[in-house]
């Protein structure tokens, strides 16, 4: 009995810990994520000749490393949402938004 106690109590302190390292992650990955998507969502807004969407946010708790963008507080999926040629600008934000950011690791400093 007291072997199956014992188990029992790592079993429960290995998924506390892992609880403890998803929202660590979570938390570490939106902090991360902020600065990007502020660039990613500038960047974003001032290719497009009309002014659909508002801005680019990071994507939901489940998916921190999607994309969503907002329409009058609504998000919406780019993937499903935008045109083709919308896609090609969002793609060319991200990537000059992560080029940006590279750049800042690499040299330390803020481009």
């Known amino acids: 009995m007291a072997e199956r106690e014992r188990l029992t109590d790592l079993s429960e302190a290995a998924h506390s810990a892992k609880i403890a390292y998803d929202e660590k992650l979570q938390s570490h990955v939106r902090t ?3 600065e990007i998507v502020k660039v990613i969502s500038a960047l974003f807004l001032r290719m497009q000749a009309n002014e659909v969407y508002d801005r680019i946010v ?12 907002m329409c009058d507080g609504t998000p919406l999926d780019p993937e499903r949402k935008f045109s083709q040629g919308q896609r090609q600008d969002f793609a060319l934000s991200i990537f000059l938004a992560r080029a940006r950011f590279t750049r800042q690791l690499l040299h330390g400093r803020a481009a």
Do not use: I
Not at 58 to 63: I, K, L, N, T, V
């Open 58 to 69: 990071e994507g939901s708790a489940s998916q921190p490393l999607s994309w969503r963008a």
């Open 32 to 34: 991360q994520m902020e």
